[in-house]
């Protein structure tokens, strides 16, 4: 049997010592996380932004310094990673919850701005489209995800991790949901912990 969504899910979930979330916290300056707040400065003013993924809240801190009028909010699974956020960023909403199964609760243009950062990795294919959707039809303005691209299950690893293609994917998703946009994609060079992607979708007259 392959493997899926829910053994990633498994592994991630687990609690880990309070210096893994320290580190997590205090790798602020890795140039992936540049490249994502990079590209919040080029969408058209925005209000409010939701990250999929977002550990202790490294990115959201980011964010929140470059963007202070945002209302800034973020979910993780891992429920140590969610207490060390709200500790540490306690003006910022953060929920304990499973990406793939909270995505379809998303009420339609509910947020301007959707991030993931190296979240999406530890979705199975057969489990991306539907979150692809959820993400696609929340969004009022753009999506930003910064993660590993290309194809398959990474092999080697003691817990899944998968490489997609996001730009094709997208385009059938946002075609699909009857909205128009521009997918932008970039490849970072170096990668970091093998990500290597940036796209960036931004919805157009709606």
Known sequence: MSAGT????AFWSERRPLEMYERY???AAQPH???LVSALHLIPRFGSLREVGCSVGTNLNLIRRAFPWVDLSGSDLNDGAIEFARAHLPDITFRCVDAVTDAASWSPRSVDVIISCYALAYVSPSDLPAVLRSMVTAARRAIVMVEPCGRGLVPGLTFPEWRHDYA???TDTIQAAG???VINCFTLVPPVDRCDGRV???FQGD
């Open 33 to 35: 996380r540049f490249a």
């Open 179 to 181: 909205r128009k946009a």
């Open 6 to 9: 829910e053994e990633a899910t």
């Open 25 to 27: 916290w205090a790798a």
């Open 200 to 202: 960036v979708v931004t």
């Open 168 to 170: 094709p994917q997208l």
